[in-house]
């Protein structure tokens, strides 16, 4: 088992900027493969970011290319989503998540992909 909790999250104008943390109850978070994904009111929960274990490979949805960066610091049991940039249609509630038993060289960007979730951190940009 592995508890992840979201932070970062807040209100911010467009064009402005975000970092998301989420930390890892467990020493073994070098272990799983990690991603963001976001729900917006009425809309189905959709990938957002991805990195391995190592974190030398990540993969981005094609509306947050460019302007997100997904690291992870595994000393620290961390995973961060960098936003800049941010626009409107980012406003959502943005969740981590973590796979146990995953592929070294491999990204994860389905949803049912992932064996553990936070609770969801608010993110709101304002126009």
């Known amino acids: 088992q592995v508890q992840l909790v979201e932070s970062g999250g807040g209100l911010v104008q467009a064009g402005g900027s975000l970092r998301l943390s989420c930390a890892a109850s467990?020493?073994?978070?070098?272990?799983?493969?990690t991603g963001w994904f976001r729900q917006a009111p009425g809309k189905e929960r959709e990938f957002v970011a991805a990195?391995?274990?190592?974190?030398?490979?990540?993969s981005y949805a094609d509306s947050v290319k460019g302007r997100f960066t997904i690291s992870r610091d595994n000393t620290k049991n961390t995973v961060y989503l960098q936003m800049n940039s941010l626009k409107p249609e980012d406003t959502a509630v943005y969740y981590c998540?973590?796979?146990?038993?995953?592929?070294?060289?491999?990204?994860?960007?389905?949803?049912?992909?992932?064996?553990?979730w936070g609770q969801g951190t608010q993110v709101t940009v304002s126009s």
């Open positions: 990195i391995t274990q190592s974190g030398g490979i990540t």
């Open positions: 998540a973590a796979r146990n038993n995953a592929v070294s060289y491999r990204v994860y960007v389905r949803g049912d992909e992932y064996d553990y």
């Open positions: 467990r020493r073994t978070f070098s272990s799983y493969a």
